[in-house]
């Protein structure tokens, strides 16, 4: 065992060929004392080395379910700390790059939705009449806000059984950080547009009269995801036109326009699995992050089946592009030193409320 930790400025200058081999090797040494879940918008270089490759639910379910001592959890922040807040106490959750943050997430903090919280306690009793539904992409103190409050967190794939849950309990539901997935899912559960507000966090009240308040059923964070923003209602309109029998398929990220012209709507495991089977030959545009469209494409061309990128323009995660081969080489290569480096671990108090709304989620 080195004495101190490696520095991982000398890795910033290795080829990815060179991470590989050495990614490999370190797996190897480490056996099952570590295991690697990648999200799907992993780029490939780092997707390649994932024990477990999923969504955000699908990855939370590997994290409760794990034995390994390390957890490296390539994809961002949030998801690494749901890791560490769902598996034992003496697993340890890491992040390759602590910078790899979600930029939605960052759009809804503790003190903004603490005062939300009590405006709308102003209006109506907001713990007998409104259940707090936090999206999985989402700080861990957000998460802890709804396991104290009644509420629940959701990801992209339970998003309608999680509002289902919570309206049968209130009549409302706060539902943060992302305004979309709150809107495409209302939506989809008949719940009309105009029972829906928007709570701009930066204005006081939400940016809402009394009345609109009294009246909402979902109140909507002001919260989005710019990579999923860029995908626009003429970007199908003109796929439409040149291709008639192709098929759009579309993340619930995507605004409601969007969501409205695509045949499906789902997270990106559910995307994956209707292009996969679906009929050989046939053509897709999808509405998701870059890094998943580019595979698709790659590994269905032997199907014969075409798969298009949305936006004419390049549309990625970039905070999860952060994560990078020379990263996990550093991470791995210092577990195998016997050094935890880039460890992410949530405070107890944090951690137990968190738990409580994580739980009731995993439960359903
Ligand atoms: P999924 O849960 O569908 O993987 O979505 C996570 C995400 O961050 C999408 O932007
Ligand atoms: Fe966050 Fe958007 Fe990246 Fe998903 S794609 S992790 S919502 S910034």
């Given at each position: ?23 490999i ?102 713990d ?24 629940i ?62 009246q909402?059923?979902?109140i ?52 994956i ?66 050094h ?25």
């Amino acid at each position: 065992m080195s004495a101190t930790a490696l520095d991982l400025q000398p890795y910033a200058s290795l080829d990815d060929r060179d991470c590989d081999k050495r990614i490999i090797k370190a797996k190897q040494a480490l056996g099952n004392r570590v295991v690697i879940l990648g999200h799907h918008y992993q780029r490939d270089e780092v997707f390649k080395h994932a024990d477990y490759s999923g969504d955000s639910l699908k990855l939370s379910r590997e994290a409760a379910n794990s034995e390994a001592e390390y957890i490296v959890f390539c994809g961002v922040h949030f998801m690494a700390e749901v890791a560490d807040i769902i598996s034992r106490p003496d697993q340890i959750s890491i992040i390759p790059d602590l910078s790899a943050g979600c930029a939605m997430a960052d759009m809804a903090n503790l003190e903004q939705v603490e005062r939300a919280w009590a405006e709308l306690s102003s209006v109506l009793d907001a713990d007998e009449c409104i259940t707090p539904v936090t999206y999985i992409n989402s700080a861990a103190d957000l998460k802890s806000f709804c396991g104290s409050h009644g509420g629940i967190v959701c990801t992209s794939t339970n998003a309608q059984k999680i509002l289902d849950w919570s309206f049968s309990r209130r009549e409302k539901v706060l539902f943060f950080p992302d305004q979309h997935l709150g809107r495409n899912t209302g939506v989809k559960m008949g719940i009309p547009l105009e029972d829906m507000v928007i709570w701009d966090y930066d204005q006081p009240m939400g940016g809402l009269e009394t009345e609109q308040i009294r009246q909402a059923k979902m109140i909507l964070w002001k919260g989005f995801c710019s990579v999923h923003q860029m995908f626009k209602p003429e970007h199908i309109e003109n796929f439409k036109r040149e291709v008639p029998d192709g098929k759009v398929i579309s993340h619930p990220e995507a605004s409601y326009e969007v969501c409205q012209l695509s045949d499906y709507v789902g997270s990106t495991e559910y995307i994956i699995k209707t292009i996969t089977d679906s009929e050989p030959g046939s053509h897709w545009l999808v509405g998701t992050e870059l890094n998943l469209v580019n595979r698709l494409h790659q590994t269905l061309a032997k199907d014969n089946k075409t798969v298009q990128f949305m936006s004419p323009m390049v549309c990625m995660c970039s905070t999860m592009f952060r994560v990078d081969p020379q990263h996990l080489a550093w991470v791995l290569e210092n577990l195998v030193a016997g050094h935890v480096v880039n460890q992410v671990s949530v405070a107890e108090d944090v951690a137990n409320n968190a738990r409580t709304a994580l739980q009731r989620m995993l439960e359903i």
